[in-house]
């Protein structure tokens, strides 16, 4: 029997610390990505700075970063890498397909 494995689909969001300067988003983006690097980048998004509805961790403003991403799986230890980081405010990871 030949089964086909169709890949998955996730979508994360990131809210990444608005005080931050370009160059050290760039490079907290390019963290991410490897330590996502066995996924493939279906679409990258990256839809500015934003006002936040309360603040969160004292900052009043984020910076909001929408990914797709395509693969089995999602490394174990990524959600934890990202709670690690303090100039990540907010992360969602959601299971698409």
Known sequence: ???LWAMRLYEL??????SLTEPLRKKIITSIKALLKD???VKENEMGQ????????????????DFTLEGENIPANF???LLENDNILRHLLLRVK
């Open 79 to 81: 959600e934890k890498k």
């Open 50 to 65: 934003k006002t936040l509805a309360y603040k969160i961790k004292r900052e009043a403003n984020g910076f909001y970063f």
């Open 13 to 18: 969001i990131l809210i990444v610390n608005a």
């Open 39 to 41: 996924l493939k980048f």
């Open 1 to 3: 029997m030949i089964r």
